[in-house]
């Protein structure tokens, strides 16, 4: 399957070396720097300004890498956090500040420069391909962020990695087996996997399911399907607690924005999902709960809502 390219694929990344060589002086790359047409991503490496400011946190750390492999003594995999970007995974929670590789020599990493090698053992079927850039395979990235992040951050890239079918639960299973369970920092990497799950759709969600769980809350059911009185299917709710007679819906601006209608505004979706709600709450006499991101900023008191819509004490 051909991928769509993302916009940091195609940006030059023009290495000093390249441009001495082209006749290019330090004085002139300095003139570029301070005019504002060109921006360092890293020592040595230049990018169009308009192309860096037009991009996000991912697409820019893209960027970088793509510089650091073309930098590179020595042959590196993209691997860890790193390689999130190349799945068009979120970065919610990930330290972007180093470039994480991993050595196909099998001799020592080290950090330094913006970059941090590492020296797992490769097997044959770890690599692939995306975007022209050697990256390790979904099953092992999802792995590698559980040693290098919270673990709320890695349920996050692990579920997208899940939901956008890139490897399964049980692949990363059989890749923990075969060898990473006795790699440094992967005490939380059993927790993510035992959450993880594919029928979550995006960060919030995945934030959300996390709070429940670090919360002692009953585990909700992702994506649950409601019924009418002839039992065809007629929505999905994010999350729902069928039974305590709880479901949860999750706003995230993406409802809003991307997933617009043809002809549809902002205010023209936020109506189609209030009465979304109403007709939710009409077929299962449930309880509603909304959720939106600055919840999830103040979780001590999203915890104490949710205890009170469980237990069906009114909200406040």
């Known amino acids: 399957m051909t991928l769509p390219s993302p916009a940091w694929q195609h940006a030059p990344v023009m290495l000093r070396k390249t441009l001495l060589a082209q006749g290019w002086n330090d004085r002139a790359l300095a003139r570029m720097i301070s005019s504002g047409e060109w921006?360092?991503?890293?020592?040595?490496?230049?990018?169009?300004?308009s192309t860096w400011k037009a991009l996000d946190a991912a697409g820019r750390h893209a960027i970088t890498t793509r510089a650091v492999l073309q930098q590179s003594k020595t042959e590196l995999v993209i691997s860890h956090s790193s390689a999130m970007p190349l799945y068009d995974g979120p970065t919610w929670g990930l330290d972007l500040r180093w470039v994480h590789g991993t050595r196909v020599d099998g001799k020592c990493g080290r950090r330094e420069?913006?970059?941090?090698?590492h020296c797992g053992l490769l097997l044959e079927e770890d690599v692939v391909e995306r975007y022209g850039v050697p990256t390790m395979t979904a099953a092992r990235v999802g792995l590698e962020v559980t040693t290098v992040a919270s673990a709320e951050a890695a349920l996050v890239a692990v579920n997208h990695l899940l939901h956008a079918g890139h490897t399964s639960l049980d692949a990363m299973r059989a890749r923990y087996d075969a060898g990473m369970s006795y790699w440094k920092g992967t005490l939380s990497t059993n927790v993510v996997l035992r959450l993880a799950d594919p029928r979550i759709e995006s960060v919030g969600e995945s934030r959300f399911f996390y709070l429940c769980?670090?919360?002692?809350?009953?585990?909700?059911?992702?994506?649950?399907?409601?019924?009418?009185?002839t039992g065809r299917v007629r929505a999905r709710a994010d999350f729902a607690w069928p039974e305590l007679g709880v479901f949860v819906e999750f706003d995230g601006k993406v409802k809003y924005t991307k997933f617009l209608r043809a002809g549809e505004t902002a205010a023209d979706a936020v109506v189609r999902e209030k009465r979304r709600e109403e007709r939710l709450v009409e077929l299962t006499g449930w309880r509603c709960i909304r959720v939106v991101w600055s919840d999830l900023e103040q979780p001590d008191r999203l915890v104490r809502r949710l205890r009170g819509v469980l237990a069906g004490v009114p909200v406040a």
Request: hydrophobic content about 40%; cysteine-free; glycine content about 10%.
């Open 39 to 49: 921006i360092r991503p890293r020592r040595g490496a230049y990018v169009a300004a």
């Open 113 to 117: 420069a913006g970059v941090q090698q």
């Open 213 to 229: 769980y670090a919360a002692g809350l009953p585990a909700p059911i992702p994506q649950y399907e409601i019924r009418d009185e």
